[in-house]
Nanobody
Framework: QVQLAESGGGWAQPGGSLRLSCAAS????????MGWYRQAPGAEREFVAG???????HYAPSVKGRFTISRDNNMNTVWLQMDSLKSEDTAVYYC????????WGQGTLVVVSS
């Protein structure tokens, strides 16, 4: 019954922008941490950004200042605004959530290239 549905992935040029969305259902969104991880081909999955129940945000050093995570508890949705994209941002991006970040979406592919 738990669902995390990512959308908004695609292709962008270096320096461009994309906005990812994650629609959640099946758990109490407002009481849950939400976040984004990513995994490039042949690499380990890595933390990108998180937003806690009180709105506190956390970012990986590699994306800080370029990416912004936000949430709307009435919409059960979390977003990742990605600006100033770099080639190294290319990866499958996964939405995660709940009190222990125990739920995961299927992922959405982001490709940054010229």
């Amino acid at each position: 019954q738990v669902q995390l549905a990512e959308s908004g992935g695609g292709w962008a040029q270096p320096g461009g922008s994309l906005r990812l969305s994650c629609a959640a259902s099946g758990f109490t969104f407002a009481d849950s941490k939400m976040g984004w991880y990513r995994q490039a081909p042949g690499a380990e999955r890595e933390f990108v950004a998180g937003i806690w129940q009180d709105g506190t945000t956390h970012y990986a050093p590699s994306v800080k200042g370029r990416f912004t995570i936000s949430r709307d508890n009435n919409m059960n949705t979390v977003w990742l605004q990605m600006d100033s994209l770099k080639s190294e941002d290319t990866a499958v991006y996964y939405c995660t959530g709940a009190k222990l970040l125990e739920y995961w979406g299927q992922g959405t592919l982001v490709v940054v290239s010229s």
